[in-house]
């Protein structure tokens, strides 16, 4: 099947594009986000599939399908090991592949990507597996010399920054004629060592972190992009130069910026948040329906930045993070229909595994009721 399909692309002289992974992870209940004490809205059903309560019409629930579902229980390992490492051979035969944490703010995007010194996330571990690929590749002594090396900048206000050297601002985005997407004037840095890496990136993930407590919130109204670029070199003639590109991106935050009541300079923050992760849902959709239409990579910063790590010959997963508590329940429905490949209702009552106290249920079925009413979502 799929040899016959590239079979046709070729023949119908459109290039073949890669589908983007699609992954859901829905963070642990956590009872600070709970105040009313209702309990979770959302469930796993099995390895692609949950469901999440429809606010509707309570007799129903929405099941939901995806590539992969991580539900709660899921260790930071498990997310490397089925989302990431797989990919991270290509980087070294010059294939391109992008990573990102989709969701609204509070959801898990920094714990997913980062995480913390206990429980690494994404990033460490990435970062790690291709030190020890190019090891492992050197021992093997097939006549390529390989280097490994960072950028890292944010995309905010659709303007591109240095996080590596933070005078520089709004940097341009360019391609050359391979197709090949580069930004003149970006730190790129060599690393010779995993923690060597560690001494870039945590100073300068510190800097973003500075400017959000003055900016408010600046880091869930940004997008923050990781490149480790691997290049490797035949050590006889001719030479040959090839170079893998990984993007790691931790996106700004996908609540409804509309619904939050913002003015000035928020509400520019607002527009291009709201472009830029709009812009990136109609690259995944185009991709994914197949069909070689035109994927509209130019319309905002962040795509056109990733246009040759996104789709085409590179491998790409999206890691779309969600909250079960009903403080997020329209945030969460709307990064699932971001994200979903299918989804069904199912006429029975939402199965609760968290059981509230019974004069809570009440009164938020008469809330319901009245949501109900209003027509949303
Ligand atoms: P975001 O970056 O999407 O705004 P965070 O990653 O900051 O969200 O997560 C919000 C809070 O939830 C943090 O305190 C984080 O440590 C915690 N958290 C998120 N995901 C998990 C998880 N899978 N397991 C445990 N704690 C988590
Ligand atoms: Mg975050």
Not at 3 to 8: F, G, S
Not at 131 to 138: D, G, Q, S, T, Y
Not at 156 to 182: C, G, T
Not at 345 to 356: A, G, H, L, S
Request: glycine letters at 8%.
């Amino acid at each position: 099947m799929a040899a016959q399909r590239v079979a046709e692309d070729v023949a119908r002289g459109t290039k073949q594009t890669a589908r983007v992974r699609v992954a859901v992870r829905l963070r642990p209940y956590m009872h600070m986000q709970d105040q009313k004490g209702e309990g979770a809205c959302v469930r796993r059903l099995d390895t692609k599939t949950l469901e999440i309560i429809n606010w509707r019409n309570a007799t129903e629930t929405l099941q939901y399908q995806f590539d992969v579902f991580h539900g709660e229980e899921t260790t930071q390992q498990e997310v490397f090991l089925s989302s990431v490492k797989p990919i991270l051979p290509h980087l070294l035969k010059g294939q391109n592949a992008s990573v990102f944490a989709y969701g609204p703010t509070g959801a898990g995007k920094t714990h997913t990507m980062l995480g913390s010194q206990e429980q690494p996330g994404v990033i460490p571990r990435a970062v790690r597996g291709v030190f020890n690929l190019v090891k492992a590749k050197e021992r093997e002594h097939e006549g390529w010399d390989y280097s490994i090396g960072m950028s890292y900048l944010e995309i905010y206000n659709e303007k591109v920054l240095d996080l590596l050297s933070p005078s520089a601002q709004d940097l341009p985005i360019r391609e050359n004629k391979d197709r090949n997407i580069f930004i003149p004037g970006l730190t790129h840095t060599p690393l010779s060592s995993f923690s060597n890496f560690h001494s870039h990136f945590i100073p300068a993930s510190l800097n973003r972190t500075t400017a959000s407590t003055k900016l408010n919130q600046r880091s869930s109204r940004s997008h923050a992009i990781l490149l480790i670029k691997v290049v490797r070199t035949q050590r006889n003639p001719p030479h040959r130069q090839q170079t893998g590109k990984l993007y790691l991106v931790d996106l700004a935050g996908s609540e409804d910026n509309r619904r939050t009541g913002n003015e000035g300079i928020r509400l520019k923050e607002s527009g291009a948040i709201n472009l830029s992760l709009f812009t990136l849902s109609k690259v995944v959709d185009s991709l994914n329906a197949g069909g070689g239409g035109r994927v509209p990579y130019r319309d905002s910063k962040l795509t056109r930045l990733l246009q040759d790590s996104l789709g085409g010959s590179s491998h790409s997963v999206m890691i779309t993070n969600i909250a079960p508590e009903y403080t997020y329940y329209f945030e969460t429905f709307t990064a699932l229909n971001f994200a979903a490949k299918s989804k069904q209702i199912v006429n029975k009552p939402f199965v609760r595994e968290t059981v509230t106290v019974p004069s809570v249920q009440v009164k938020r079925s008469r809330e319901e009721q009245e949501a109900g009413r209003s027509g949303e979502p």
